[in-house]
């Protein structure tokens, strides 16, 4: 069945954004209250699902904000229905966001995104072309969420300038770089992480902090994250100087 995008605008549909939330995290820790969804609308935010039929099987919810009085939408929360994952529903998502935006004279988004979730990480810089240049310690501070695995809750911070030409590649489906400079650095992100998170708080925590570390490092010498390479279930964050970025 088709997927439709539109706007949130009713009370049934911000329910419905909850509904989303408890599938997708089963996390009461992680739940947005329902009036901030209200006021997220009526502040000039955005709450957009995506309907199959009358069956909302995903959404994302952004608040409105400025950064040296120009505004942009920082986009809070988006989820897919576990059983609608792997149909482009995501970046369907996304990409209304973007239209949206642009029709309102907003020309950037911006979300954050744990740099240890390398699927998450590949979407935001190569599916969509946005760029990291600041990560933001522990941002949530240290949760009961299992979803945190009690280690602290790093963020990278997703800016995504929609009229870019890296976007642009990417909406017509190539790389956001083509290549890069002799400057381009590192940093690695271990295939085990993953298993780490569940079994070996003692090992990710270790690796979590080396990123943050390094990553921090490239930041304060004016690089910015612009790729991510993945393979044999590692991945390097790729950054580059901000004038390559």
């Keep these: 069945m088709k997927i439709e995008y539109r706007h949130c605008r009713t009370h049934q549909e911000f329910h ?19 009036t901030l969804y209200v006021v997220a609308v009526e502040t000039g935010g955005q709450v957009i699902g995506a309907f199959e039929g009358e069956r909302m099987v995903g959404f994302t919810f952004a608040f409105a904000g400025l950064h040296d009085g120009k505004p942009y939408l ?6 897919v229905l576990p059983d609608a994952r792997d ?13 949206d935006a642009l029709e309102r004279g907003i020309e950037r988004i ?11 990480a590949y979407f935001n810089l190569m599916r969509l072309g946005a760029v990291v ?7 949530y501070g240290i949760t009961a969420s ?18 870019s030409e890296r976007v642009e590649r990417c909406l017509r489906d190539l790389p956001p770089v083509e290549n890069f400079s002799s400057r381009a650095e590192r940093v690695s992100v271990p295939k085990q ?13 270790e690796a979590q902090t080396r990123i943050r570390e390094s990553l921090e490092g490239w930041f304060r010498r004016g690089y910015a994250v612009v790729a991510i390479e993945t393979g044999n279930g590692a991945a390097n964050y790729v950054l580059e100087p901000e004038g390559e970025a």
């Excluded at 240049?133 to 941002?139: G, N, S």
């Design 16 to 34: 419905a954004c909850q509904a989303v939330e408890r599938a997708v995290w089963s996390d009461p820790e992680m739940e947005v209250p329902f």
């Design 74 to 79: 920082h986009s809070h929360m988006a989820a």
């Design 87 to 99: 149909r482009g529903i995501g970046r369907g998502l996304k990409l209304f966001q973007r239209t």
């Design 110 to 120: 911006e979300w954050t995104f744990d740099p240890l979730e390398v699927k998450n």
């Design 133 to 139: 240049r600041r990560l933001i310690p522990d941002c």
């Design 146 to 163: 299992p979803l945190h695995s009690g280690l602290p809750t790093d963020r990278l911070v997703a800016e995504w300038d929609l009229r």
């Design 193 to 205: 992480l993953a298993d780490w998170r569940r079994s070996d708080t003692g090992a990710a925590r």
